[in-house]
C-alpha cells in the first residue's frame, strides 16, 4: 500500500497511535487514578471492534505504523484478542503492543499471542506487598507477578514500566531492575509526570533521569548511554555487566520534539498530545456516515496543522502544581490520563 508522507507543523510524521480500549480500570494507582470516584465515559460511546477497525485502517492509510492498545486497563475490555486477530491481520502494522497493569495478564497473555499481539508492557512499581495496597488500592501483587512470570514465556524479552516517585518506591531500584533481569525483561522507569489525573503530583516528587542515573551509578558503576536513532521515548542505558534499561524522562527532559504518537480515546476522541486540552471527535463522522476520504482529509488537516509540545511547555511553567483541578476533570473525564491511555 503507498503511503503518503504526512508530518505536522514540525515536521513530526503521524506514526504511533495509542487505542485506549476502555477507561475502566481494576487498580486506583495514586499517580493516574488517586480520587474516589470518577465519572466514566457513556457505555454507548464506546467505540465497537468494527468501529475501531475502521479507523485504525484510515491511520495506517495515512502512514501509521505503531499500534498499542492501552486502557484504563485494556484487560477489562471483553473479547480484547478479537481485536487484537482484527489489527494483527494488518500488514501496516509493524508494531502491535499493549499496555497492561497486569492482573488479568496470568490468563490473557497465550490468547493475545495466538492472536496475533506482538509485544507486551507490563507496568509494575514495587515488588512489596503492602506499597502495593498502597499505591494502587488494591492487593493484586500476586497476580501481577504471576501475570509478569506468564509473560516471561509468552513474550520473551517483554518490558516493564514503573513509575517511580520519591518517598513511595524510589528505594526499590535495584531490586526491581534485578527483577526484571531474572524474566529477560527490559524495565524502564518513567519520571512521574503532572499528567490530568495526577492530583497528587508534587515537583517534590519526581526523580530527575538524572537522579536516576547517579542513584544507579553509585551501585553498579559506570553507566553507559546507548546511542539510538528514532523517537523512542526511552533513552536506554547499560550498565557495566550489560544489563539494558530505559528511563522516560517526560518530565525533566521531554522528547515533544520528536514525538510522533496520538491517541484514541475509547469514545473516539483523537488527542494530539497527552497534555491536549481537547480532542478531535472522530466518533461523530463515523457514526454520521462520514466516508473514508472526508475522515482522511479530516484527520490529514488536524495533523498537518499540529504544534502540540506539551510536556516541554509544562517545563517552563512556573510554581508548578498538578495541571488539572478535580472539578474539571469530572466535567470532562477526556482530561484524565487513564482516559486518554498514557
Ligand atoms: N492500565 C495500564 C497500565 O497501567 O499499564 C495501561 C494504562 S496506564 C494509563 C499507561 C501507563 O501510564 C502506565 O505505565 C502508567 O504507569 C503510566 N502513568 C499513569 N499516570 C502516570 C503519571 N502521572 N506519570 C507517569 N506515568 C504515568
Ligand atoms: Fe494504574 Fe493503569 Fe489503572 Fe492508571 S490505568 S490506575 S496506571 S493500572
Ligand atoms: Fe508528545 Fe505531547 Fe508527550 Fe510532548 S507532551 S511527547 S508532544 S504527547
Known amino acids: 500500500m503507498a503511503v503518503m508522507a504526512l508530518v505536522d507543523a514540525h515536521a513530526r510524521p503521524l506514526k504511533n497511535l495509542r487505542l485506549s480500549v476502555t477507561d475502566r480500570c481494576n487498580l486506583r494507582c495514586q499517580y493516574c487514578m488517586p480520587e474516589p470516584d470518577y465519572v466514566w465515559l ?69 490468547d493475545l499471542k495466538r492472536a496475533g499481539m506482538h509485544r507486551v508492557t507490563v507496568s509494575l512499581d514495587t515488588l512489596d506487598r503492602e506499597r502495593f495496597k498502597a499505591l494502587a488500592r488494591f492487593d493484586e501483587l500476586d497476580r501481577v507477578l504471576k501475570g509478569l512470570d506468564v509473560a516471561a514465556d ?16 524510589d528505594d526499590e531500584m535495584i531490586p526491581l531492575l534485578e527483577f526484571a533481569r531474572a524474566r529477560g525483561a527490559e ?3 518513567i519520571e512521574y509526570m503532572d499528567v490530568g489525573g495526577a492530583t497528587h503530583w508534587n515537583p517534590s516528587q519526581v526523580v530527575s ?5 547517579e542513584r ?4 553498579y558503576g559506570p553507566i553507559t548511554a546507548i546511542e539510538e536513532a528514532g523517537s523512542a521515548p526511552a533513552d536506554r542505558f547499560r550498565l557495566p555487566d ?3 534499561f530505559g528511563i522516560i524522562a517526560s518530565t525533566t527532559a521531554p522528547f515533544c520534539a520528536n514525538c510522533d504518537r496520538s491517541r484514541l480515546t475509547a469514545d473516539g476522541l483523537w488527542y494530539l498530545c ?3 486540552a481537547r480532542g478531535i471527535d472522530l466518533r461523530g463522522p463515523l457514526r454520521g456516515g462520514a ?20 510536556a516541554e511547555h509544562r517545563l517552563h511553567a512556573r510554581g508548578r502544581s498538578p495541571l488539572i483541578p478535580v472539578s474539571s476533570l469530572k466535567r470532562d473525564p477526556h482530561l484524565e490520563m487513564h482516559t486518554r491511555g498514557g
Do not use: C
Open 42 to 110: 457513556p457505555r454507548e460511546d464506546i467505540l465497537q471492534f468494527e468501529e475501531i477497525e475502521q479507523l485504525v485502517e484510515l491511520f495506517l492509510e495515512l502512514g501509521v505504523d505503531k499500534v498499542r492498545l492501552t486502557g484504563g486497563e485494556p484487560l477489562l475490555r471483553r473479547d480484547l484478542p478479537d481485536l487484537v486477530e482484527r489489527l494483527a491481520r494488518r500488514e501496516a502494522i509493524r508494531d502491535l503492543a499493549i499496555t497492561t497493569n497486569g492482573v488479568l495478564l496470568a490468563d490473557a497473555a497465550a
Open 154 to 169: 509468552v513474550f520473551p524479552g517483554f518490558k516493564m514500566d514503573t513509575v517511580l516517585i520519591r518517598g513511595t518506591n
Open 187 to 189: 524495565l524502564r522507569f
Open 209 to 213: 533521569r538524572a537522579e536516576m542515573l
Open 216 to 219: 544507579l551509578g553509585a551501585h
Open 242 to 244: 550489560g544489563l539494558v
Open 274 to 276: 497527552l497534555y491536549a
Open 291 to 310: 466516508g473514508r476520504e472526508s475522515l482522511k482529509e479530516l484527520i490529514t488537516g488536524v495533523w498537518h496543522a499540529r504544534t502540540d509540545r506539551g
